[in-house]
DNA sequence: AAAAAGTATTGACACGGCGTCAAAATTGAC
DNA sequence: GTCAATTTTGACGCCGTGTCAATACTTTTT
């Protein structure tokens, strides 16, 4: 996905080679609904091999241990909304737009991959960097700073095109953080307080959504929200997302690293 | 904490019965570093029963499994955060400072007990409700809802005083919920990514500051943001907490069901 | 087409944590 | 000091991890 490999054609594609790709995926779209429904420890060595009918040395091939695992379905996470924050980027013109797509394109995201939702919170709150390669983090913080980056661009336009005026002492990545937290921190009390609709909040994603647009009103970003264009904006980008994004489990085509980390070296700080 | 035991004085305190109190509480406070640099693997009985020199099997008499311990680790911490916030919003009398207030306990919470605001995350994030006891699980759920009602009144109380108006279609929860998204996703965000500084965020605590502080001002809470009375509030505040709350883990005094359940009945939903 | 070289797969091993339980030790009430 | 009640123990069976030498299979070389 995401930075696609130089076309360099039958790179290396014995029959042999294309089985463990294959079986890469496999071991991957195994793990992905172990880890979420019961987290971390739901997710064993030993039940994938016994599920993709394998031992458990085979899978200890392609990954070192379960953590790798995991950060590999992270960054299938980060990378698939990744692209999908680009393609909602490039649906509009205006930058109040563009975010707004954004943030219905991270809904999106919540909605249609929940698994890979729940394994970016568990990789963030557990402790997996420190038994995991140095290749596959880099992977992982490459795509979460694209991704940073992207949103960044996309403020610093609308400041250029005039369409927002930060008040002093606020810069571009403070604007970021604050949608980021919204979303992220939103989403993530959604899924896990069961009972919100008790406490009065029966649609957390359209709470969600409001409160990124009144953070944005707030900062005065135009054109500001307006019911109606804001609907047909949601409409648009999630037709395209739907038409254009699909189950990311079935191309871990360039998970790169994958076989040559039979014996990795322990080197790096 | 919290909920006082109704004063029956000598409740069942024969020399043996204190032990084992304090012994729960040494369990607490052994768990928490090892939950809060390992994660929940990082935490097993084991280690724990070595560590306060017994055998499995005692720990296992005050506490089922670990997932219930962690769990008395998140009541720990949510009944601190609320202790804060209650007592953050009485140091003011006028509404914005009081929901201002809450935001400075809540950032205080986070620098001083980095541990239990970890242990909240991971019981956001993993599967262990399953493995818990109803009772433990209750108390959570109660305090949690104290905290959300807490803040909920600060919010009517600024509307039936005038200070604020919600536009139509906006309910108080939803703010509620805004400010939440804001704090819990921004802490998590700078816990867990290491290198905000190279993407322009350098004090993650600050940002979140004045991303609340914008948002209460683009729901123009009255009085709005002002820099200098804002830090006075902070000062004030800080100072109150650091002579009012202390260490929680060193009164878990009614931790509740605690011995009566070495065979607890397994019927509940 | 057969042998050699290179890989992938296996299953057994040592280890460590979980959760249970009957037996032993301790406690506190009389 | 005795005895019933409670607490503590350690050993058991189970499951998962991570490693590795031996085996089985591919691919390359001749």
């Excluded at 949608?179 to 359209?206: E, H, Q």
């Excluded at 969600?208 to 648009?236: E, H, K, V």
Aim: contains cysteine; proline residues 4%; positive net charge.
């Amino acid at each position: 996905m995401l930075c696609s490999r130089p076309a360099f054609e039958t790179f290396m594609t014995t029959p042999k080679q294309l089985e463990l790709r294959d079986r890469e995926r496999r071991i991957l779209k195994t793990a992905l609904p172990l880890v979420a429904d019961a987290g971390l420890n739901g997710l064993s060595m030993e039940a994938v091999a016994r599920k993709i009918s394998y031992t458990r040395g085979t899978v200890y091939n392609h990954f070192k241990n379960k953590e790798e695992i995991l950060l590999a379905l992270a960054v299938q996470a980060s990378s698939t909304r990744l692209a999908m924050f680009q393609h909602a980027v490039e649906l509009s013109t205006r930058t109040r737009d563009q975010m707004s797509g954004v943030g219905v394109a991270c809904e999106d995201f919540v909605a249609r991959f929940p698994g890979l939702f729940r394994v970016e919170s568990i990789v963030r709150s557990e402790a997996v960097w420190k038994k995991t390669t140095p290749a596959r983090r880099n992977l992982m913080q490459t795509c979460e700073r694209d991704c940073f980056n992207l949103l960044g661009r996309v403020i610093e336009n609308a400041i250029t095109a005039g369409d927002l005026t930060l008040p002093r002492g606020v810069q571009p990545p403070d604007v970021l953080m604050a949608l980021w937290s919204l979303t992220y921190g939103g989403f993530n009390i959604a899924a896990s307080s069961p009972d919100l609709a008790k406490v009065g909040l029966t649609d957390p994603a359209a709470t969600i959504r409001r409160n990124c647009s009144a953070l944005m009103d707030g900062y005065d970003w135009q054109p500001l929200y307006d019911a109606t264009s804001f609907n047909r904006l949601r409409r648009r980008v999630l037709a395209s997302l739907a038409k254009n994004i699909s189950e990311p489990v079935d191309d871990a085509s360039d998970a790169s690293a994958s076989i040559d980390h039979s014996r990795i070296t322990e080197a790096q700080s």
